[in-house]
């Protein structure tokens, strides 16, 4: 698997340092939402419900949550938009069989969960899908935004890191469902998917 490595571009310690500044964002975020207790003005924190996108998001959100300490529900969902060796988008679907969403989320503050925003069409179609159950707040964190013009077009809350436009793997992202399991954020050595172009 390592010989496959082209480059890290992002390494585990960056990966937790910036996890820790991340969730104090979010944590603070809610809190100052929050409504005052009228008795003694301390804040009556609300439930959240994070919504995963599955597969890439799963090291992400595991290790996000732990540095959470708030009430949640997590509701994933899976949307497919690179199946197999794809190293471009082949337009975004959800996969109903994985998705845990339910029927209407009123009054549910719901925070969506993944790992990257690329062309966008990904949080473009959950985040239309969740806007129709009537959430009360709808958020949305990305470890990584890649820097062009749609990524940077489509509204997010919460962004770990913003990385060039180059295919990526590791900590949860993919090649042909591969490397997913390496601890850094890497590039691929091009002879590892030029044939598959
Ligand atoms: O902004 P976009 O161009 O839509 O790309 C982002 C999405 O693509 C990847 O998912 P993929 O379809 O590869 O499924 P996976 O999570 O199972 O790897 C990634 O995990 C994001 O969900
Ligand atoms: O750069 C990427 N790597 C892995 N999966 C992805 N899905 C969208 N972009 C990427």
Redesign the pocket.
């Known amino acids: 698997m390592k010989q496959d490595i082209e480059r890290v571009l992002i390494t585990r310690q960056e990966i937790d340092q910036r996890l820790d500044e991340l969730a104090k964002q979010i944590y603070d975020d809610i809190i100052a939402d929050s409504p005052s207790c009228p008795d003694n003005g301390t804040p009556i924190i609300p439930d959240i419900t994070l919504v995963p996108i599955l597969t ?1 998001s799963i090291i992400f959100v595991a290790d996000l949550i732990r540095r959470l300490p708030l009430k949640m529900q997590i509701r994933v969902m899976s949307v497919t ?2 199946p197999g060796t794809a ?1 471009s ?1 082949k337009g975004a679907s959800v996969e109903a069989a994985l998705t845990r969403l339910p029927e209407r989320l009123d009054g549910h503050h719901v925070l969506i969960i993944d ?2 925003l ?2 966008g069409n ?1 949080l473009k179609l959950v985040k239309e899908i969740i806007a129709k159950k009537n959430p009360a707040t709808l958020r949305s964190c990305m470890l ?1 935004r ?1 820097q062009r013009p749609e990524a940077l077009a489509e509204a997010c809350e919460y962004i770990a890191f913003d990385i060039p436009d ?4 590791g900590y949860g ?3 042909d469902d591969y490397y997913r399991n390496l601890p850094e954020i890497c590039t691929l050595k091009p002879e590892v998917y030029e044939n598959d172009l």
């Open positions: 890439g938009s690179y190293t988008t790992d990257i690329d062309s990904t990584l890649k180059e295919f990526v793997i992202l993919d090649y």
